[in-house]
C-alpha cells in the first residue's frame, strides 16, 4: 500500500460530479503508469481509467468512456478522476493505483497493480 491521500468522494444525485485526486508518496512513482479502480459491493475490483506519463496518453473501461477524465502532474505523482454524468451504477470504492508493468496489463487485471491507494466511497443516487 503507497502512501497516498484518494479524496473527493462522497453522494451525488445522478447527472452529477465529482472529481477524485490521489497524491501518492513512499516512493519514486515517475516510471510507473497511475490510474484507478473501483469496487461495487458484492463485486470484483476493476479497472476504471490509467494515464502513460510518457505521452499523456489515457485509457477508460468502456463504462466511464465519455463520462471521466482522468490527469494529473507526474512529478507531483498526483492523479485526478473528473467523473461527470455520474450514474447509480458507478456507485464502488475507488482506488488509486500505481502500476510499472504494461498499460495493457493494468486494464487487464488488478493483479498487474503493484501500489494501492487508499479507497474514497462514491454513492450516486437515483
Known amino acids: 500500500l503507497m502512501s497516498s491521500w484518494a479524496c473527493g468522494g462522497g453522494l451525488v444525485q445522478a447527472g452529477g460530479s465529482l472529481r477524485l485526486s490521489c497524491a501518492a508518496s513512499g516512493r519514486t512513482f515517475s516510471n510507473f503508469h497511475m490510474g484507478w479502480f473501483r469496487q461495487a459491493p458484492g463485486k470484483e475490483r476493476e479497472f476504471v481509467a490509467v494515464i502513460r506519463w510518457s505521452g499523456g496518453s489515457t485509457y477508460y473501461s468502456d463504462s466511464v468512456k465519455g463520462r471521466f477524465t482522468i490527469n494529473g502532474d507526474n512529478a507531483k505523482n498526483t492523479v485526478f478522476l473528473q467523473m461527470n454524468f455520474l450514474k447509480p451504477e458507478d456507485t464502488a470504492v475507488y482506488y488509486c493505483?500505481?502500476?510499472?508493468?504494461?498499460?495493457?496489463?493494468?486494464?487487464?487485471?488488478?493483479?498487474?497493480?503493484?501500489?494501492w491507494g487508499k479507497g474514497t466511497q462514491v454513492t450516486v443516487s437515483s
Open positions: 493505483a500505481a502500476g510499472e508493468r504494461t498499460i495493457l496489463s493494468m486494464i487487464r487485471s488488478s493483479d498487474a497493480v503493484d501500489y
